[in-house]
């Protein structure tokens, strides 16, 4: 198994283009499902997760040629509405192919994702968004069995404990665009990625209208066209580039990043100390005077996103003075807390909230990443840091970030892939 090393403290500087988003390329790669048109897409970052997802579309009877970030799907003919658990188990976003093989097929059978280091992550919004519609759903021997003739268009309530979900707005909204009548998704999750997603169905042939709204209006459609469409870029990868300049008091411009899908994180920014500033397709960064320490609460968008907490915290663990992070999505994504630690951080847990101290300078030390998000907060205190840092089990990062060792490298930073 590889790992990366990294030797900190070097600013960083210069040009990084940003990729297209991991999470609006999944959902927007099963969409196609709802086809037998050719579909292209561009902008798809070529990742671990992406090239899951791909193997799952093949699995189920599509065509897939990926080049240069452009994926061709077209049919062979056949759905085969199985989705395996070898492929299911290893990411959460390939759920999200029951709402379109339900609509489609009309019956389905996909393994349940099973649930993660950041959390339980159940089903159950998926499955009572599919049930109004008239679907059949039983859950049996690791798998969700969903069976119906002709869905039929309702109003769905998608809100759940921790408020909207993602993956479960794009199943419901898949399934919806094929269904007999009107659905209402209310309380249906505002992401940039399902925004993205609905742009998308609706250059197929779909009629959605409240786009990136939180009530999302599906009059049924019988088919659906092939599309060539570009995804947006990913504002996670961009978070964590705009995290890891002001981490290292860098100077690096983000190419192809769009800020408008980064609201939170540049509020906060500002009160940090840190202006956001963007030029065109770039974003540039400007650090406006010493940094200051800044309480976060994660909140599904366009609130601060889970998926820029470990970051954020790995910044705040580096700037003098107390923090308070709370994670209102994933109340318990907090296993990087032990990893910064690890590297002289002062951070503790206190029921559902971490309590960063932060100190001057973190000191380099071998860690161990946990998953996605909390190995890019690892990548960026190591390059902070003073000295080595080593961080093992990087297949993590590998899911997520397109090229971030050539990324970095070409910024200057001292990063080298290794084999433990
Ligand atoms: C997506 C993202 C993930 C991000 C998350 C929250 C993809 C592929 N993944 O995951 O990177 O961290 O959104 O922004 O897009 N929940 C339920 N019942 C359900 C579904 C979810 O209680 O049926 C809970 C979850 O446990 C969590 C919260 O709702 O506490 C939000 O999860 P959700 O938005 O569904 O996350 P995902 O769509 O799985």
Redesign the pocket.
């Known amino acids: 198994m590889d790992k990366l090393v990294i030797e900190g403290g070097h600013p960083l500087q210069g040009e990084v283009t940003i990729s297209g988003s991991?999470?609006a390329a999944?959902?927007i790669i099963a969409a196609t499902l709802l086809t037998d048109e050719k579909c292209v897409l561009r902008n798809i970052p070529n990742l671990r997760?992406t090239n899951t997802m791909l193997k799952l579309m093949e699995s189920l009877g599509k065509v897939v040629e990926y080049k240069d970030n452009t994926v061709t799907i077209t049919s062979s003919g056949k759905i085969n509405p199985f989705a395996d658990y070898n492929l299911v188990s290893t990411?959460?976003?390939t759920?999200?192919v029951l709402g379109p093989l339900l609509a489609k097929v009309g019956r389905a059978k996909v393994s349940l994702p099973g649930g993660c280091v950041?959390?339980?992550?159940?089903?159950?919004?998926?499955?009572?968004g599919l049930k109004k519609l008239g679907a059949k759903m039983d859950i049996a021997g690791g798998y969700v069995i969903a069976k119906a003739n002709r869905l039929q268009g309702r109003r769905v309530y998608l809100g759940?404990?921790?408020?909207?979900?993602?993956?479960?707005t794009?199943n419901v909204l898949m399934a919806a665009v094929l269904a007999e009548g009107e659905t209402v998704i209310e309380f249906a999750?505002c992401?940039p990625?399902i925004e993205d997603l609905s742009c998308m169905l609706n250059k197929m042939g779909a009629n959605i209208k409240g786009v990136g709204s939180a009530r999302l209006i599906v009059t049924g459609v019988k088919e659906l066209k092939g599309v060539n469409y570009k995804v947006i870029p990913d504002r996670?990868e961009a978070g964590t580039y705009i995290l890891l300049n002001a981490a290292t008091r860098g100077n690096i411009t983000l190419k192809g990043a769009e800020s408008a899908h980064l609201m939170a994180l540049d509020d906060k920014l500002e009160e940090v100390g840190v202006q956001m500033i963007q030029e065109g397709d770039c974003i540039r960064c400007k650090q406006l005077r010493k940094l200051h320490p800044v309480s976060i609460t994660t909140y599904?968008?366009p609130g601060f996103?889970?998926?820029l907490q470990a970051q954020f915290m790995s910044l705040m663990a580096m700037v003098e003075g107390v923090s308070v992070i709370t994670d209102k999505?994933?109340?318990d994504r907090f296993i990087h807390i032990a990893e910064l630690n690890r590297m002289g951080a002062n951070i503790r847990r206190e029921g559902t909230n971490a309590i960063v101290q932060g100190t001057k300078q973190l000191r380099g030390a071998p860690v161990m990443a946990s998953d996605l998000r909390a190995s890019a907060a690892l990548v960026i205190a190591g390059l902070a840091a003073r000295g080595t840092t080593e961080i093992n089990r990087i297949y993590h990062l590998e899911r997520g970030y397109e090229k971030l060792t050539e990324k970095l490298t070409a910024l200057g930073a001292k990063i080298t892939r290794e084999k433990a």
């Open positions: 991991k999470n999944l959902p997760d990411m959460r976003g759920f999200c950041i959390g339980i992550r159940p089903v159950d919004l998926h499955v009572k759940g404990v921790f408020g909207s979900s993602v993956l479960a794009a999750a992401e990625e996670i599904p968008y996103p889970t998926d999505v994933y109340p």
